[in-house]
């Protein structure tokens, strides 16, 4: 595996222990037209001072850069939804793009806010807000009128919050398209919107998934052996035709048979479905009781296993379910432990470092709220893969001595994490400067002097 190499600016712009006069001066850099490193603008908790430099930014991509942040307050990023650029914008209707951890939520920008953005004159910041995935619920369910039927289809995402008149205003929009996505979100309920999608072709599909479907209807489809595999979700398919898509030629109409909730485990133990290795674990009705326990245990006691991998992607999962999970030979199961439920055990999170490696196990070794940090140092400083010795560095018991050995260790991710670390001996952390591969690392060390910092942004141009 390559390790991604940047520069001693970089490092230094993600350094938590810049000083805000250095800050200051790093997002006033133009950067030859580029701006400051996004290091920079996608630091959190950027003083007021910083914020409002970046505000007036003369370099465009500056301000797109922080209107994107997750980092940033969501008020503060509001503050450029009135910028000159449809570009800045458009980057604050959009919102984040990715977070640094995903079980940290982006808070929306104010209803307010969004209503204006909706309202741009550039098609291309409408377009980016409607969407954008941090929206509010209440705002979502105040397009139900807009006369942009592209903003009530938006509002069609909290159908389920809306009100029965707000409900009723879509399933008679004036927009075939939103008249057609409303009905899909109410056939589940209502047999007769369903037998009308099902006549047409652009909802035939998904009606036959979701809705709520007659016995002749679903026979009929059955019997035309078309679209089964669909069909064979559907939660209200009438019992006879879930025997007979049961035992249907089709491997993946088994599989989907397999899946259905009012299964037991001995009628889902009868069909013979295979299992890819690293199939997809999306179970609807699973991931619609996310946090109901009785989903929860149903699932996580099955022996099928998309339905276990399902269930371990909750972080509502109680801990003696926690436990059998944590047991499973799945290692997908113990892959979505690891991602998604803050008390998932050591020995899980370890298995998971260990297979998969990387940026991903990097991420988890420091996001993971119970991923070990006591004792790493005796047990892996000497371990013959470097992918362990790299957790040595976690371990506060470290002396500088061993850190500064890691900083010289054959594994170009040990060197750099052992770089990073603050109790590096000053010495090799300013010789790690002058490194193509720990420049970045030596940048970003907290314990680098601020006068190293600023010679770093001297050396790089950045104007005093």
Known sequence: MVAFYSSALDGVAANPALPTPL???????????????????????????????????????????????????????ARLADDPSPMVRAAVAGGPEWTHDHRRKVRPLPDAVCGRLLEDPEPSVRSALLGSRHLAPSFLASLVRHPDPAARRAALRVWDELTADGRAALLDDPDPEVRRSAALCACPHDAQLTAALLRDPAALTEALRRGLLDHADAGRFLAEGVHLVELAGNRSLPADLVDRLAVDPDDDVRLAVSLRPELTEARRAAIHFTVAPHARSDVD????????????????TSAHPLLRRAAA???????????????????????????????????????????????????????????????????????P???????????????????ERLSHDPDVWTRQAATRDPRLPLPRLLEALTLPELASSAGANPALPPSEMAAVMDQAGVPA
Do not use: C, N
Not at 24 to 29: N, T
Not at 38 to 45: D, I, Y
Not at 387 to 400: E, K, M, W
């Open 385 to 403: 893969d470097g992918i362990y010795r790299q957790l040595a560095v976690r371990d506060p018991a470290a002396g500088p001595a061993l850190i």
């Open 23 to 77: 800050l200051l001066r790093l997002i006033a850099f133009d950067g030859g037209g580029h701006g400051p490193p996004f290091q920079a603008l996608h630091r959190p908790g950027l003083p007021e001072s910083a914020v409002a430099a970046v505000l007036t930014h003369p370099v465009l991509d500056t301000r797109v850069q922080f209107a994107m942040s997750s980092q940033a307050d969501a008020g503060q990023r």
């Open 313 to 383: 992607r909750s972080p509502h999962l109680p801990p003696d379910l926690l436990r059998l999970l944590a047991e499973d030979t799945d290692v997908l199961v113990h892959t979505h432990l690891a991602v998604y439920h803050p008390d998932t055990p050591e020995e899980v999170l370890m298995s998971v470092y260990a297979r998969l490696g990387g940026t991903f196990s990097a991420w988890m070794a420091t996001g993971h709220p119970r991923f070990p940090r006591e004792g790493l140092a005796a047990r892996y400083a000497d371990h």
């Open 285 to 300: 009705w699973v991931a619609a009781g996310i946090a109901d326990q009785d989903v929860l245990h149903r699932a996580a």
